[in-house]
Each structure stands twice: as C-alpha cells, then as structure tokens.
C-alpha cells in the first residue's frame, strides 16, 4: 500500500506538471462554459410553450449530455502518455525494480488521472448549479447526471490507461482510445440499422447514459460502467505486467 | 567468506523469441563484494541486470536478496535493491530533491526518515549545490549522480550499476569510484562497465559472460599481476623470494608478478628492490591481464567451459 501511495503522489506530482494537464482541464471548462451559455441562450430565446418541459429537461440535461461527448474527446489526451510515455523512456523497467507490483504502477497512474478527470467533473459539475438562482431545478435528476458522468469519466480514464499500457507511442494509444470510445458511444447508432441486434445497443455507452440523464438510475447501467471500467484496469495491469515478462 | 549472502541467482535462463539470451546463469554475491560484470554487447549482461532487480521476469531460475525470494516475496526483496540502469532513470521534469524523495517513499523509506535520506544520497553523490533544479537543466555527468543517488537513497543491501562511470568527467570518475568502493564495503555491489581497469581498481570478483553463459567466475585476486621493470636483472628466483609473490613471468617489458594484493605488494616490491639495489624504473598493476583474459574468453567462436571460483 506504501508503494501505491509513494507512486501515486508522484504521478499525480507529474501530471499536474505538465501544461498539457492544464491545456486540457481549461479547454474542457472552457467549452462547457460555451455550451452551458448557448443552451442558456437558446432556451431562453424559446417559445413560451416549449419551455414548458422545464429547465431540467431542456438545459441540464442537455448540458450533461455535451459534457460526456467533451469527456470522450479530452480523456485520450490525458491518458495517452501515463504508461506509453514511461515504456519508451525505460521508466517503466525502472519502476519494475521498485517495490511497487505491476497493479500499483498501473492504479496509480490511473488514480493520478482521476484526480485530474475529477477536477473537470467538479468543473463541469458546478456550472450548473448556477441555475439555482433563477430557476427550479429537479436536484435528483441533476445528481443522476453526475452520476452517470462520473461513472462515465472513470470507463473513459480506464480505457485510456489500457490504451497506453498497450504501445509506446503516446499519439497512437490516444487515437486507439479514441476509436475504441467512439465505437462504444455509436454502436447504438448501429443498432438502428439493424433492429435484431440487442448487443449493439447494450454495449453502447450513449444508451447507457440515457436512464442516468432522464433521472433514472438503473443498477444494469451502473453495473455495465463499473464492470467495462473493471475490464479495462485488468487489461491495463496485464499489458504493464505482459512487458516485464515477454518483452 | 563467512559474510552473508546477499544475492544468489541460480539457474537464470531467459529466452528472446526462440533465441535463448541467458542459459543456467549462478550468481551468488556475499556482503563486502564487489562483483565486476563483464562480457561484450549482447552478451546477456543487461538482460542479466534487470532479472536480477525484477525489472524483466526469468524464464527459468531463482533470485533471492537479502534471503527474500525475487518470485515469492518481491516486495521484501527489491526494497533491498538500488538499480542504475545503463540510461539513468529520471523524470526529468521533476526537480532533484522532489526526484530523490520520491525515490526513497518508492522504496520504503518511512516519511519522517525520507528528508534525511535524500540530505544524505544528495550529500554522497555531490548534489548539494543542484537539489532544488530541474534534472533536464543538469548536465549529463550530473544526471548520471542523480542516478546513482536514486539507487542509494533508501540504503539498500545490494547495489546493481550498469556503467556507473558513464558520462562522468575525470574529477567525477574518481568520485564515483570511490563512492562505490566505499559502498562495496558494507554491502554487495554489481558494477557493468566496459572499462576493464575500473573492473580491476573496484571489484573484488569477476564475472564474465559469453553467449548468455557465465565462463569465468573467479576473485580479482586470481588474475591479478604487477608489471615491473628494473635496472638490474635480479633474475626471477629473487623475485619469487619476495613476499606475496605467487608466479614470475618474463616479458619483454620487464617482470610479470603474480600476487594476492597489488598495493600491499607493490609497496613491499619497492622496499626490497631499494634494499637490495635493483633500480626500479616502473611498478605498475598489469591491466593487460584482465585484457587478455576477456579476448580469450569472448573472442572465440565457442564458448570455453564455465570455471568456478
């Protein structure tokens, strides 16, 4: 457990270092304050009878469902250096002479990366609870979302570690995470074209967040993040692990 | 040799793909040694290294330091280990101090023990003036002591330097060399290097490797000779009459010695030829030894059969 905490506070130390972390965290607030501002603007510019859904519907919905289309870009560029970057120095041999087991050195990186994914979810978490002084918003369904993002953020951190566990080269585990997001998040769209399929839907991350974003929490959706996130870390472990024994 | 051993590695065996880089490989390293690691590029040195610290798994074998099993109980086991890989290890976006820290909690170092720790790997590694600047702002030889200074940070029992000397000016060579010298006295140190009078001036056993084999295994001692030249011919019955002179060999640049300790008998050497009026010209330790065994060993096509010490 030394270990763990040892790494962890050095990778977090790391990545809160680099401008990157930063250039991201801002980009990411920065256009969740652009849309939080456009659906404001647009619900307000709306007819008398079509705000009648209500804000939650109409705003905070639809803000945490941009929210999760900005995680699934920004996580890649997170993730993509957290263990490819140490392969292709030799810092990973390195750390295989630490103390620390192939499953520290992998959830340490990965709670490094929560930590900083955790600040854009307070980010993105807080905007909108500046609705609070103007408007009634339904705070179950808004911790729902939360919820639902937060579940969200942690399969997008997992996946973007098992990518860089994968190759030494920061770029490519970046586009691999991103394609691999990508299809999970449209696989529903699949489905549409063929109806018979149930998987496509099942698998699709975009589905999944639905019930969370109606207000819904469903404990299949929960148990679908939860264990995707799970495969994802093991994946991870078992790559870092892969090169100390056959490379 | 009633020291305890520190390290003992039996049987390593590592394949590459189908190609086999390490076949039934011993090591077994006592407290107080120094073990001089040689063999040509690719010869399995460094493939050897990192099994030995856990950084690559064996395919075959067992490694125990400080009796603690490298498979069985690796936590115990590399918190008694100080590595410096051939490239040092550094993030170098990390200030030196924050570097070294991390390094001793990496290893076990209690939090309250971890400042002086760092105070004291900086103090032996000559880094005192640099601890609060970026490592990628140090020059290569002072990147080289952050390195060595990450693998001593927590105290360890037993040390693996691959080219520990690398990049190193004279000033910093010679610092080095006694820093290591001095380590070596109370634990077990492994020194890779290409530099075969660096082998001979710190360790006290030698290993060499040839196609991922060990040939030779055996104390610095055993192939350890002075070279002397001399005015006057005393003939080699009273050289071999002097004290600590095991073999006397004539060569055309003088006189051969075999003997137990190079400085010791060197000394005695000066005082009886002075004595008896030989004229020394030259007393110096005959590097060409170890030299000459190395090309014997790894220069030819087979493999010579493994001596034990």
């Known amino acids: 457990?030394?270990?763990?905490?040892?790494l962890y506070t050095l990778e977090a130390q790391r990545l809160f270092r680099r401008p990157l972390a930063w250039l991201v965290l801002s980009l990411g607030a920065g256009m969740m304050a652009l849309f939080y501002m456009l659906l404001m603007v647009r619900y307000l510019d709306q007819e008398a009878q079509l705000r009648a859904a209500g804000v939650t519907a109409e705003l905070l919905v639809r803000y945490f469902g941009s929210a999760a289309l900005i995680v699934l870009l920004l996580t890649p560029l997170i993730t993509m250096q957290s263990v490819a970057n140490d392969k292709r120095d030799g810092m990973l041999r390195f750390l295989f002479s630490t103390p620390a087991s192939s499953a520290h050195i992998v959830l340490a990186k990965l709670a490094a990366v929560l930590s900083l994914v955790g600040l854009l979810w307070a980010i993105i978490g807080l905007m909108p609870l500046t609705l609070l002084w103007g408007a009634p918003i339904d705070l179950g369904v808004y911790a729902t979302n939360?919820?639902?993002?937060?579940?969200?953020?942690?399969?997008?951190?997992c996946l973007g570690v098992m990518c860089s566990a994968m190759t030494r080269q920061p770029v490519?585990?970046?586009?691999?995470?991103?394609?691999?997001?990508?299809?999970?998040?449209?696989?529903?769209?699949?489905?549409?074209?063929?109806?018979?399929?149930?998987?496509?839907?099942?698998?699709?991350?975009?589905?999944?967040?639905?019930?969370?974003?109606?207000?819904?929490?469903?404990?299949?959706?929960?148990?679908?993040?939860s264990a995707l996130a799970l495969v994802f870390a093991v994946i991870a472990v078992w790559a870092v692990e892969a090169s100390r024994r056959y490379a | 040799m009633n020291d305890p051993v520190l390290l003992a590695a039996h049987g390593?065996?590592?394949?590459?793909?189908?190609?086999?880089?390490?076949?039934?490989?011993?090591?077994?390293?006592?407290?107080?040694?120094?073990?001089?690691?040689?063999?040509?590029?690719?010869?399995?040195?460094?493939?050897?290294?990192?099994?030995?610290?856990?950084?690559?798994?064996?395919?075959?074998?067992?490694?125990?330091?400080?009796?603690?099993?490298?498979?069985?109980?690796?936590?115990?086991?590399?918190a008694?280990?100080?590595?410096?890989?051939?490239?040092?290890?550094?993030?170098?976006?990390?200030?030196?101090?924050?570097?070294?820290?991390?390094?001793?909690?990496?290893?076990?170092?209690a939090a309250v023990a971890v400042a002086a720790a760092v105070a004291s790997a900086r103090q032996r590694c000559g880094l005192n003036e640099v601890g609060a600047r970026l490592i990628s702002h140090l020059s290569k030889g002072y990147q080289q002591r952050v390195g060595i200074a990450q693998a001593i940070v927590h105290d360890p029992q037993v040390l693996i330097l691959d080219e520990p000397t690398a990049g190193l000016d004279p000033g910093q060579i010679r610092d080095v060399r006694e820093l290591i010298r001095e380590l070596g006295r109370e634990r077990a140190v492994i020194i890779s290097t290409h530099i075969l009078p660096e082998v001979r001036m710190l360790a006290t056993r030698i290993v060499i490797l040839h196609h991922g084999r060990v040939v030779h295994d055996a104390p610095t001692s055993a192939v350890r000779r002075l070279r002397v030249r001399l005015r006057?011919?005393?003939?080699?019955?009273?050289?071999?009459?002097?004290?600590?002179?095991?073999?006397?060999?004539?060569?055309?640049?003088?006189?051969?010695?075999?003997?137990?300790?190079?400085?010791?008998?060197?000394?005695?050497?000066?005082?009886?030829?002075?004595?008896a009026g030989w004229g020394v010209l030259e007393i110096d330790p005959d590097y060409d030894d170890l030299e000459h065994l190395f090309m014997q060993l790894t220069s030819g096509a087979q493999a010579p059969a493994a001596s034990a010490a």
């Open chain 2, 12 to 78: 390593l065996c590592r394949y590459y793909g189908a190609r086999q880089a390490l076949c039934d490989v011993d090591i077994v390293l006592r407290r107080g040694e120094i073990l001089g690691f040689l063999g040509q590029n690719g010869a399995g040195k460094s493939t050897t290294m990192q099994i030995l610290c856990g950084a690559l798994a064996a395919h075959g074998g067992t490694v125990t330091i400080g009796g603690y099993s490298l498979t069985d109980a690796p936590h115990a086991a590399k």
């Open chain 1, 172 to 225: 490519a585990a970046a586009v691999f995470a991103l394609v691999v997001s990508l299809t999970l998040w449209l696989s529903e769209f699949a489905q549409r074209l063929d109806r018979d399929s149930s998987v496509l839907g099942g698998i699709s991350t975009l589905s999944r967040l639905r019930g969370f974003a109606l207000g819904v929490l469903n404990l299949a959706d929960i148990v679908y993040f």
């Open chain 1, 1 to 6: 457990m030394a270990s763990f905490v040892a």
């Open chain 1, 146 to 157: 939360l919820l639902g993002l937060a579940l969200f953020m942690i399969l997008h951190a």
């Open chain 2, 232 to 275: 006057r011919d005393p003939g080699a019955m009273a050289l071999n009459a002097l004290p600590g002179v095991a073999e006397v060999v004539a060569s055309p640049r003088g006189w051969l010695l075999t003997v137990a300790d190079p400085e010791a008998s060197a000394e005695a050497f000066a005082a009886a030829a002075v004595a």
């Open chain 2, 80 to 109: 008694q280990l100080g590595y410096l890989p051939e490239i040092p290890p550094l993030y170098r976006d990390m200030l030196v101090d924050d570097y070294l820290s991390a390094c001793a909690r990496l290893h076990g170092v």
